[in-house]
């Protein structure tokens, strides 16, 4: 193996297992910016002696072995400078001076599942804001660089690494362990693990902003989160309901977008471009969601719903195939599970597409005064769509005219009025 396949297989590795490497050193020091810094120097030590010593057959664990060294030499180093760092070399005395093979076998005899999985926890403690969650998340469990995070979210490096600095921070101050939750703390914090994961996978479905109606490298790391969750926790339906909704989403990218950028509605996409694998993938998921709720007399919670939601367009050969119907009644089990505003606008629209224009209108209108729709697009441009197919096109033209000023997103913006235009003047 040449220098430059040794040297990228070197990164290839790292890619994998930093998520794993920073959760298992966060929990030995107690500090994810110190995790990070001593993966980062166990990297740089590869680089250095794998191309001359090969590459180990545990990769994974001599990156931990070299990474966890490092730390208790700073530790030594700070000669016990205050309490914390006395509590943790207090722990770590007994392995300062075994061998590399000790140390290794006791690294496999470790649960690398449990470290991952309180890296997690702790990225998306509800103690911090929805946007400090979704970016050190994708920092510490992603492996993004502050430049990726802020250009995905179009924001400035900056206020990115801002967010993150003060994310790791209020977790120091609040003395957070990288631990998993146990018993009903468990169910509350994974909650807003799974809100995080959605809140990435949906800006990369459907960006808020920017010239770009999707993004989807947004969509893959969430998938990739997703999988990674799923693999950990296997007896939560939730988190497969979570995982099924993504990939039967995200298989239709493709096709959500014409060759001149435009959007293209749901109904009108080539199906034949969607992806055949990630559907199967979803199915799949789905079944696992429905199995567990079955085996444990749950109902079924928002995620569940939402996936089985998506699959019914999934299993439609064509638009017309489409059980609206179906779909209809899925809305209204989900507003019970998860009311909302834009739950309720949803389930207009299911309505009606199957019992017609006019039960969505009345639906519509019942829910008229709801604070979270007055600067909300889609709101407008449901209405919009519903007074069209009745055949009031002045009022839907000023409906689709409405919704293109209040989006932030350029080419819906255009959807949005390439439809004001075919109401005509």
């Given at each position: 193996m040449s220098a430059?396949?040794?040297?990228?297989?070197?990164?290839?590795?790292?890619?994998?297992?930093?998520?794993?490497?920073?959760?298992?050193?966060?929990?030995?020091?107690r500090d994810i910016d110190r995790a990070e810094e001593l993966a980062?120097?166990?990297?740089?030590?590869?680089?250095?002696?794998?191309?001359?010593?090969?590459?180990?057959?545990?990769?994974?664990?001599?990156?931990?072995?070299?990474?966890k060294r490092r730390g208790i030499d700073a530790i030594r180093r700070d000669k016990m400078r205050d309490r914390k760092h006395g509590e943790i070399a207090q722990d770590l005395d007994g392995a300062v001076d075994d061998s590399h093979d000790a140390i290794e076998a006791r690294l496999d005899a470790d649960d690398p599942g449990d470290e991952l999985l309180g890296l997690i926890f702790t990225a998306c403690h509800p103690v911090l804001s929805a946007e400090a969650r979704v970016a050190l998340t994708l920092r510490v469990i992603g492996g993004l660089t502050t430049d990726e995070i802020a250009r995905a979210f179009l924001s400035n490096e900056a206020t990115i690494a801002q967010r993150i600095v003060r994310a790791k921070r209020t977790i120091?101050?609040?003395?957070?362990?990288?631990?998993?939750?146990?018993?009903?703390?468990?169910?509350?914090?994974?909650?807003?693990v799974l809100e995080v994961i959605y809140l990435i996978f949906n800006e990369g479905y459907a960006a808020t902003a920017g010239d770009d109606p999707i993004r989807p490298s947004l969509c893959q790391e969430a998938q990739r989160l997703g999988r990674i969750l799923a693999g950990l926790v296997q007896d939560d339906a939730e988190v497969w309901g979570l995982l099924a909704l993504m990939e039967i989403q995200a298989s239709r990218l493709r096709a959500r977008i014409s060759p001149?950028?435009?959007?293209i509605p749901l109904t009108?996409?080539?199906?034949?471009?969607?992806?055949?694998?990630?559907?199967?993938?979803?199915?799949?998921?789905?079944?696992?969601?429905?199995?567990l709720n079955a085996e444990q007399r749950k109902d079924a919670g928002?995620?569940?719903?939402?996936?089985?939601?998506?699959?019914?367009h999934a299993r439609a050969p064509t638009a017309e195939d489409t059980d609206w119907a179906r779909i209809a009644g899925l809305y209204d089990q989900l507003r019970v599970v998860m009311p909302s505003p834009v739950v309720d606008l949803n389930r207009a629209i299911a309505h009606s597409m199957a019992f017609g224009p006019d039960t969505g209108l009345r639906l519509l209108d019942a829910i008229a005064g709801a604070e979270?729709?007055?600067?909300?697009?889609?709101?407008?441009?449901?209405?919009g769509d519903f007074l069209f197919r009745t055949g009031r096109l002045a009022e839907a033209r000023r409906e689709f005219e409405a919704a293109a000023n209040l989006t932030r997103n350029a080419r819906e913006a255009a959807f949005l009025m390439a439809r004001a235009g075919a109401c005509g003047d």
């Open positions: 430059g396949e040794t040297h990228r297989t070197i990164e290839a590795t790292f890619r994998i297992e930093r998520a794993r490497l920073v959760a298992g050193l966060a929990r030995l020091v980062q120097d166990a990297l740089v030590v590869a680089l250095a002696e794998w191309p001359r010593t090969g590459i180990p057959a545990n990769p994974g664990a001599w990156l931990m072995t070299t990474a120091a101050k609040a003395g957070l362990t990288f631990a998993v939750p146990r018993t009903a703390e468990r169910t509350a914090r994974l909650a807003s001149d950028g435009a959007l009108e996409q080539n199906r034949a471009r969607w992806d055949g694998l990630l559907i199967q993938r979803g199915l799949e998921a789905l079944a696992r969601a429905e199995a928002p995620y569940a719903l939402q996936a089985a939601l998506a699959a019914c979270a729709l007055r600067n909300y697009a889609p709101w407008p441009a449901a209405r």
